[in-house]
């Protein structure tokens, strides 16, 4: 684990920069140590795949769990409740529907405008 972090250290102390503005308007920055941004690549990588195949067990065991409670409430091991279900109906609106009756530029107080970000590894 300190491993990990001085490698996160190291590349915070190293790479990050301002980015610089292109004819495209996207904003590029180019690594000054490519070999320690491969690296952080491959261990998110390392931890991604590793992330995949502990969620598919982890899915993998609740729907056994889910299978032996079957119509029941609760899994109990010697006495003790281990496992319960929880069971409930929603209501959810069909926002596309909801878009093309009442669209943004005629309606704009039924809408909220939020800024995200979002990093993509490619």
Do not use: C
């Not at 996160?8 to 490519?34: C, F, G, H, Q």
């Not at 959810?92 to 107080?109: A, I, S």
């Amino acid at each position: 684990m300190t491993e990990n972090r001085t490698l996160i250290e190291k590349a915070k102390a190293e790479l990050i920069t301002k980015p610089k503005a292109t004819k495209s308007n996207t904003k590029i920055v180019e690594t000054e140590d490519p070999n320690l941004i491969n690296e952080l690549l491959a261990e998110y990588s390392a931890l991604d795949d590793q992330a995949k195949l502990i969620n598919a067990k982890k899915d993998e065991i609740k729907a056994v769990i889910k299978d032996v409670i079957a119509d029941n409430d609760e899994l109990h091991v010697h006495g003790a409740k281990v496992a319960s279900i929880a069971r409930w109906r929603e209501t959810t609106l069909v926002t596309e529907t909801v878009k093309t009756t009442f669209p943004v530029k005629e309606y704009p107080e039924l809408y909220k405008r939020a800024s995200r970000s979002r990093l993509t590894i490619h």
